[in-house]
């Protein structure tokens, strides 16, 4: 079965400053990856997917994300963090008509 | 066009009461999810629909929960006897059904239900 796990719930950087948010993942065989973004009263956006194309996904806002297969994982960079950016981001895999979120990590920024 | 659109956006009930959540998605989309989200953890996956049909519906959290999706279209999540902790905001999302189903959903802004 599928599981999606986010190391870190809070994370905070200062502005200008390299993200790293931390996704771990199980699942049986080539599963689907997602970053999904929330910020304050708004609704879910999507960051990024990985669907085999290639290993290094680019998304929206600078967005990064490298799935490794070796380590089952599904990091989300970005090289210098913004104010904007403070937000609660969700690992999402999907596989077998089923959907899994991670419990999500709030990305705080220091001015 | 329209987003995704649910209502209402806040619902208070007593313990006990039925309640009915209502889902419009994307025109076009043929996908539907709804999710529960609870305060402070992440989304919580309970059913999709593919057209008017829910392939799996191992993810509702009790018989208490039942779906309905007509003309590929609205969607409705009926919670029958609610509990205090069915308290939630519950989001639905939509998404074109290409050759799978794990395409970008777009979310709505959710239900903020309150069980007293």
């Known amino acids: 079965a599928q599981s999606v796990t986010q190391l870190d719930s809070h994370v905070s950087v200062s502005e200008g400053t390299p993200v790293l948010l931390r996704c771990n993942y199980s699942?049986?065989?080539?599963?689907?990856l997602f970053w999904y973004v929330q910020h304050p009263n708004k609704g879910l956006q999507l960051l990024l997917k990985?669907?085999?194309?290639?290993?290094l996904v680019k998304g929206i806002n600078g967005f990064e994300a490298e799935f490794k297969k070796s380590e089952t994982s599904f990091h989300l960079t970005k090289p210098s963090a913004h104010m904007s950016d403070a937000a609660e981001y969700f690992c999402v895999v999907g596989e077998d008509d089923k959907i899994i979120f991670g419990k999500g990590t709030r990305l705080h920024i220091l001015p | 066009g329209a987003g995704v659109s649910q209502s209402p956006s806040n619902k208070v009930t007593e313990k006990g009461k039925d309640v009915e959540l209502r889902c419009d998605p994307i025109?076009?989309?043929?996908?539907l999810y709804w999710y529960r989200q609870r305060l402070g953890q992440g989304l919580e996956f309970l059913i999709y629909f593919q057209g008017n049909s829910a392939p799996d519906k191992s993810g509702l959290p009790s018989d208490r929960f039942s779906a309905e999706r007509t003309g590929e279209s609205v969607s409705t999540l009926t919670i029958q006897r609610t509990q205090q902790e069915d308290s939630a905001v519950y989001l639905c999302a939509s998404s074109l059904w290409l050759a799978e189903p794990y395409n970008e959903q777009f979310f709505g802004p959710g239900t903020r239900l309150t069980v007293l």
């Open positions: 025109s076009g989309h043929t996908a």
């Open positions: 699942s049986s065989y080539s599963p689907s």
């Open positions: 990985y669907t085999s194309a290639a290993t």
